[in-house]
């Protein structure tokens, strides 16, 4: 169990540097796919033909060109380069794998950290923090007593309700299902099923990661409805409809690696040492 203690950060947005910093209190950490100037004191770039028994990819891991999503970097990072670092053996954690690391990776354990629980539900304060300091910046009124509409209660869903209720805005959930209607009300918001969507709500924020907002659905919006969605590829909203219909709709991907870096990449590092640890490498 000592080789995955031998970590590799391999691209990413400055959130991956600020994971491989917390790591590296607690193991062997080395950095690739960043320009130099922007590794911190104390990480060294990883050299010559060292292995290392675990290498952390970002989320997403591959751009769509097969390389190492790297935008930190002003060369490029091959996933074959990668390949050639791991040890026999060798884990890997990513924030989403897909068919391109099973290939890429043959024999090796890929482990999407991503999906873990416990980092989804630290993930979503910094989400909705960062939604909300979009929808200041994007709107040219106070988010007090304004009509807000957020699709699904979900994790991120619940922490949006929550700060948006601070700022005095007039929550409304917009649900499918008794137990969504539940939760809305446990949290003090009220709630509408999504047939009864209107003009109403100047802001709307999605988090269902499905189409939602097609065409129709986008028609019956006011012209100066702002849509923000914080769903994941492929998304929740016709982004096309949209401009096409004279609605501002902003796609917000990776909110917290922009917005809270620290944070985020904090998050990332206490979820890789908790797999390492069940892993027997280190403790909790």
């Given at each position: 169990m000592k080789?995955?203690?031998?970590?590799?950060?391999?691209?990413g947005?400055?959130?991956?540097?600020?994971?491989?910093?917390?790591?590296?209190?607690?193991?062997?950490?080395?950095?690739?796919?960043?320009?130099?100037?922007?590794?911190?004191?104390?990480?060294?770039?990883?050299?010559g033909?060292?292995r290392?028994?675990?290498i952390?990819l970002?989320?997403?891991?591959?751009d769509?060109?097969?390389?190492?999503n790297?935008?930190?970097?002003?060369g490029?990072?091959?996933?074959?380069?990668?390949?050639?670092?791991?040890?026999?053996?060798?884990?890997?954690?990513?924030?989403?794998?897909?068919?391109?690391?099973?290939?890429?990776?043959?024999?090796?354990?890929?482990i999407?950290?991503?999906d873990?629980?416990?980092?989804?539900?630290?993930?979503?304060?910094p989400?909705a923090?960062?939604?909300?300091q979009?929808?200041?910046?994007?709107?040219?009124?106070?988010?007090?007593g304004?009509?807000v509409?957020i699709v699904?209660?979900?994790r991120?869903?619940?922490?949006?309700?929550?700060?948006?209720?601070?700022?005095?805005?007039?929550?409304?959930a917009a649900?499918?299902?008794?137990?969504?209607?539940?939760?809305a009300?446990l949290?003090g918001v009220k709630?509408?099923?999504?047939?009864?969507?209107?003009?109403?709500y100047a802001l709307?924020?999605?988090?269902?990661?499905?189409?939602v907002?097609?065409?129709?659905?986008?028609?019956?919006?006011g012209?100066?409805?702002?849509?923000?969605?914080?769903?994941?590829?492929?998304?929740?909203?016709?982004?096309e409809?949209a401009?096409?219909?004279?609605?501002?709709?902003?796609?917000?991907?990776g909110?917290?690696g922009k917005?809270?870096?620290?944070t985020?990449?904090?998050?990332?590092a206490?979820?890789?040492?908790?797999i390492?640890?069940?892993?027997?490498a280190?403790?909790?």
């Open positions: 080789d995955i203690m031998e970590i590799l950060i391999a691209g947005d400055m959130r991956q540097l600020f994971c491989a910093e917390r790591l590296a209190d607690k193991y062997g950490v080395s950095v690739i796919g960043f320009d130099p100037d922007l590794i911190p004191e104390g990480l060294s770039p990883a050299a033909s060292k290392f028994g675990s952390v970002p989320m997403p891991p591959l769509e060109n097969g390389l190492v790297a935008p930190c970097y002003s490029s990072l091959g996933i074959e380069e990668l390949a050639e670092k791991l040890a026999p053996d060798g884990l890997i954690l990513a924030g989403k794998a897909d068919t391109r690391l099973a290939e890429a990776f043959t024999g090796s354990d890929i999407t950290y991503m873990r629980e416990d980092l989804q539900l630290r993930n979503a304060v989400t923090e960062g939604a909300v979009l929808a200041l910046e994007e709107l040219p009124v106070t988010l007090s304004l009509p509409l699904g209660m979900g991120i869903g619940i922490a949006l309700a929550e700060i948006l209720k601070g700022f005095g805005a007039e929550v409304t649900v499918r299902s008794r137990s969504s209607a539940a939760k009300h949290h709630y509408t099923y999504m047939e009864g969507f209107s003009d109403r709307v924020f999605n988090t269902a990661p499905e189409m907002f097609d065409r129709t659905m986008l028609e019956k919006s012209r100066d409805t702002l849509f923000i969605d914080l769903a994941s590829r492929p998304g929740g909203i016709d982004f409809a401009a096409e219909l004279g609605r501002k709709a902003v796609w917000a991907l909110i917290p917005t809270a870096p620290v985020a990449g904090e998050i990332v206490d979820t890789i040492a908790g390492l640890a069940e892993r027997g280190g403790d909790e």
